[in-house]
């Protein structure tokens, strides 16, 4: 909104008499304010038009005028000298201004608020005044691509990458530069790491981590760098809000000085800063001359020479922005992306080789959780029984890795799912598990032990003459029950302290017990966890993050309830032969048999067989298939 004030409307019957006397025009000392104010009004308006101005002058004019009319005091005697404050005092020492602003306010291009705090620019002198410089566009065509959809898709990429490798960060938060290899492979616009040691060097993957942790995705937890709560729900987000989320975490950061120069952000006045950004945001997509873009932001950048300001924007389209995916510098040309993204595209997956190859733009959600199971090479993911074993080996099944590559692309069939499951059921055939064992010089205190009933239960096999497995959990029982019966036990390797919990790790608590609280509303549960515990918790944690882990933890209770209630989402299996049912079910409908069919439950997330009497034929158009109401036998 444009302020401005009239030619001396906020001058004081001694300014005024100064101003007749700069302007060398007659003034009586019996007039009233009000009668000063209408004698020289039109004399001094008549004087601005032909009024001859430096360039500092003129500069100080368009400061003004980019700013909507009005400036800070402070902030503009910064720039063009200070203005003396006029009172009692003789006329004749004002009839030279020492400084561009003083000069200004004499002439009467600018006046200052009744409080002195604000430089207003004047109705008259900003009709005088030409516009303010634009850039020039270029007529070059518009680049097709979209950065910022890959800025998006990189994001993900990293938090897959640390979803997938455990690593602890140097000094509480950098990547070592053997994970800075492997993020950087996974990444559509890869950087060049030769030579680099440090991750603060590593250019746009810095800028990435940066992103990340100003976002509050990524949080150190358990000693390791991983994903936070908040990136699941930011990895659910559109591509633009997603995108939106990333900036508005950035520009909070810079406000704030949080981590901005801890990651070596590169540094500029706020000045060119606010200007750039405002400019970038109204240029519509294209090429610019770069002199037309500097000669526009001079005015919001007064106290910077042109080469200064040259250097500045060049330094921030080369990085920042070029980063962002908003605007890049390419040979003394400035190109503005669009803003728009792209749709998720779906990947192309091959039944016949097992092969997944992935888009310029996937969605971001399963496209991170496949990441965090298996490791692409050169943006193909081979699916052998050596990569499914990996994928189970994260805490991954079958059935979420098929639905996962489904959310990629389609719905697999029934023979992959079944593959992937013979591979699953081959990875469980060596498991390791963790045991404690109780060692005996004596055969035959074990064997007495062995035959306590009060100990029985805790022990969970013997192991050799002397020695019997028992499970950690049941450790601290069986040493108290021993300690009772005058058997203490020796501890040679007692357990190391465990580190305090971090936040993230309180959030995912947080997470699990609303989510459980809110299943216990719908089902009947063994065990309720006390809402003392909650409250704990969420004092742990800030209330902003506290409201936000409460609507996950809703959504999640709303899928569980919609999973029991049968509204699940579709199978990520097809069947290999859909005509061939319907026709054998519907001629069985027709006569009146009882057929046996094996059909995927999502519930039990297997195959079942069920012999079923069809009772009547419907179709379900949410689903675009058809089923039967069927009677079990």
């Given at each position: 909104m444009h302020q401005h004030c009239q030619v001396l409307s906020q001058r004081t019957w001694y300014q005024l008499r100064v101003i007749a006397h700069v302007h060398r025009l007659r003034f009586s000392t019996h007039w009233t304010r009000a009668q000063a104010h209408e004698q020289l009004y039109r004399q001094v308006v008549q004087r601005l038009k032909r009024a001859e101005l430096t360039p500092a002058e003129r500069r100080a004019l368009h400061s003004l005028q980019a700013a909507e009319g009005y400036l800070p005091r402070h902030q503009f005697s910064r720039n063009f000298g200070s203005i003396r404050p006029c009172t009692q005092r003789r006329p004749t020492n004002w009839r030279i201004g020492l400084t561009p602003a003083e000069r200004l306010w004499l002439l009467g291009f600018i006046e200052l608020s009744r409080d002195g705090r604000q430089v207003w620019l004047t109705w008259e002198a900003a009709a005088l005044l030409p516009p303010l410089p634009q850039p020039q566009r270029l007529l070059t065509p518009i680049h097709a691509e979209t950065p910022r959809a890959g800025l998006c898709t990189d994001v993900a990429a990293f938090l897959g990458t640390l979803l997938r490798v455990d690593v602890v960060p140097r000094y509480g938060r950098w990547l070592p530069p053997r994970l800075l290899r492997q993020v950087n492979a996974q990444l559509r616009l890869p950087g060049a790491l030769a030579g680099v040691r440090s991750e603060r060097n590593a250019g746009r993957l810095s800028f990435l981590h940066y992103l990340a942790e100003a976002a509050g995705l990524v949080a150190v937890q358990g000693g390791f760098l991983k994903p936070s709560a908040a990136a699941w729900d930011w990895l659910a987000l559109p591509p633009d809000q997603a995108w939106a989320?990333?900036?508005?975490?950035?520009?909070?950061?810079?406000?704030?000085?949080?981590?901005?120069?801890?990651?070596?952000?590169?540094?500029?006045?706020?000045?060119?800063?606010?200007?750039?950004?405002?400019?970038?945001?109204?240029?519509?997509?294209?090429?610019?001359?770069?002199?037309?873009?500097?000669?526009?932001?001079?005015?919001?950048?007064?106290?910077?020479?042109?080469?200064?300001?040259?250097?500045?924007?060049?330094?921030?389209?080369?990085?920042?922005?070029?980063?962002?995916?908003?605007?890049?510098?390419?040979?003394?040309?400035?190109?503005?992306?669009?803003?728009?993204?792209?749709?998720?595209?779906?990947?192309?997956?091959?039944?016949?080789?097992?092969?997944?190859?992935?888009?310029?733009?996937?969605?971001?959600?399963?496209?991170?959780?496949?990441?965090?199971?298996?490791?692409?090479?050169?943006?193909?993911?081979?699916?052998?029984?050596?990569?499914?074993?990996?994928?189970?080996?994260?805490?991954?099944?079958?059935?979420?890795?098929?639905?996962?590559?489904?959310?990629?692309?389609?719905?697999?069939?029934?023979?992959?799912?079944?593959?992937?499951?013979?591979?699953?059921?081959?990875?469980?055939?060596?498991?390791?598990?963790?045991?404690?064992?109780?060692?005996?010089?004596?055969?035959?205190?074990?064997?007495?032990?062995?035959?306590?009933?009060?100990?029985?239960?805790?022990?969970?096999?013997?192991?050799?003459?002397?020695?019997?497995?028992?499970?950690?959990?049941?450790?601290?029982?069986?040493?108290?029950?021993?300690?009772?019966?005058?058997?203490?036990?020796?501890?040679?390797?007692?357990?190391?302290?465990?580190?305090?919990?971090?936040?993230?790790?309180?959030?995912?608590?947080?997470?699990?017990?609303?989510?459980?609280?809110?299943?216990?509303?719908?089902?009947?549960?063994?065990?309720?966890?006390?809402?003392?515990?909650?409250?704990?918790?969420?004092?742990?944690?800030?209330?902003?993050?506290?409201?936000?882990?409460?609507?996950?933890?809703?959504?999640?209770?709303?899928?569980?309830?919609?999973?029991?209630?049968?509204?699940?989402?579709?199978?990520?299996?097809?069947?290999?032969?859909?005509?061939?049912?319907?026709?054998?079910?519907?001629?069985?409908?027709?006569?009146?048999?009882?057929?046996?069919?094996?059909?995927?439950?999502?519930?039990?997330?297997?195959?079942?067989?069920?012999?079923?009497?069809?009772i009547c034929w419907y179709e379900r158009g949410a689903r675009r298939c058809r089923s039967m109401v069927r009677s079990g036998r």
């Open positions: 989320q990333l900036w508005q975490a950035l520009v909070a950061d810079r406000t704030a000085r949080r981590i901005w120069t801890i990651y070596r952000v590169p540094e500029v006045d706020d000045a060119v800063w606010s200007g750039l950004v405002r400019w970038l945001s109204t240029l519509a997509p294209g090429s610019y001359t770069a002199p037309s873009l500097i000669a526009a932001l001079h005015p919001y950048c007064p106290a910077l020479d042109s080469e200064s300001l040259l250097l500045s924007v060049e330094m921030l389209l080369e990085t920042i922005f070029t980063w962002l995916g908003w605007a890049t510098w390419e040979a003394d040309a400035v190109i503005v992306h669009s803003p728009a993204l792209p749709a998720p595209q779906p990947a192309a997956f091959n039944p016949a080789t097992l092969t997944l190859d992935l888009t310029a733009h996937p969605p971001l959600l399963p496209y991170a959780r496949l990441l965090g199971w298996c490791e692409p090479v050169d943006q193909r993911l081979t699916f052998d029984e050596a990569t499914v074993r990996a994928a189970i080996a994260r805490g991954a099944t079958a059935l979420t890795l098929a639905q996962t590559i489904a959310d990629l692309s389609d719905p697999l069939s029934e023979a992959v799912l079944a593959t992937f499951k013979q591979w699953e059921q081959a990875a469980h055939a060596l498991r390791l598990e963790t045991l404690t064992v109780l060692t005996a010089s004596d055969p035959a205190a074990l064997d007495a032990l062995c035959a306590d009933r009060g100990l029985r239960p805790l022990i969970e096999k013997p192991l050799s003459r002397h020695h019997l497995a028992v499970r950690p959990e049941h450790a601290p029982a069986l040493c108290r029950r021993l300690h009772r019966r005058g058997q203490p036990v020796t501890d040679q390797q007692p357990p190391l302290p465990p580190s305090p919990p971090g936040t993230e790790l309180y959030a995912y608590c947080y997470l699990a017990v609303r989510a459980l609280q809110g299943l216990g509303a719908k089902v009947s549960l063994p065990a309720t966890i006390p809402d003392a515990v909650r409250r704990w918790l969420a004092d742990q944690l800030p209330a902003q993050q506290v409201t936000a882990l409460d609507q996950l933890a809703a959504r999640t209770t709303d899928a569980f309830a919609q999973a029991l209630d049968g509204h699940t989402e579709p199978p990520p299996i097809t069947p290999d032969n859909p005509d061939d049912i319907c026709a054998a079910l519907q001629q069985a409908y027709n006569f009146g048999q009882a057929v046996t069919i094996d059909y995927f439950s999502p519930a039990r997330g297997a195959v079942t067989t069920r012999c079923i009497e069809p």
